[in-house]
């Protein structure tokens, strides 16, 4: 089972995620990034490097987050957003957002 982002990442977009990934199975739009769950191999490399707590290994998703399974596979699998292969500056809230969850 693939590793899943799900809305802590929203208005944050912190990527330290996508420099750790041996298989560049991120991509991103406006506000966040998602996981290919058919390009995840389930390292969980990326679990560890997100500073808003953001991933989470399918199985592990707790109750409130399940949603984010479909998420993010119907955000990668059309094909419309760009894959990223490397760390960008978070959005310009990212920090508050961080603040916000206590992290």
Known sequence: MAYVVT????DCRFTDC???CPVDCFYLDDDMVFINPD???DCGACEP???VEAIFAAD???ADKVEW????ADKTMVGDLPQI???RDPLSGAEA???SLGL
Not at 69 to 72: A, D, E, F, R, T
């Open 85 to 87: 292969i490397e760390s």
């Open 69 to 72: 399974v479909k998420i993010n």
């Open 39 to 41: 390009e995840c191999i």
């Open 97 to 99: 957002k961080k603040k």
């Open 7 to 10: 809305g802590n990442c929203t």
């Open 18 to 20: 996508v420099e750790v």
């Open 49 to 51: 490097t997100c500073p």
């Open 60 to 62: 592990d998703l707790p």
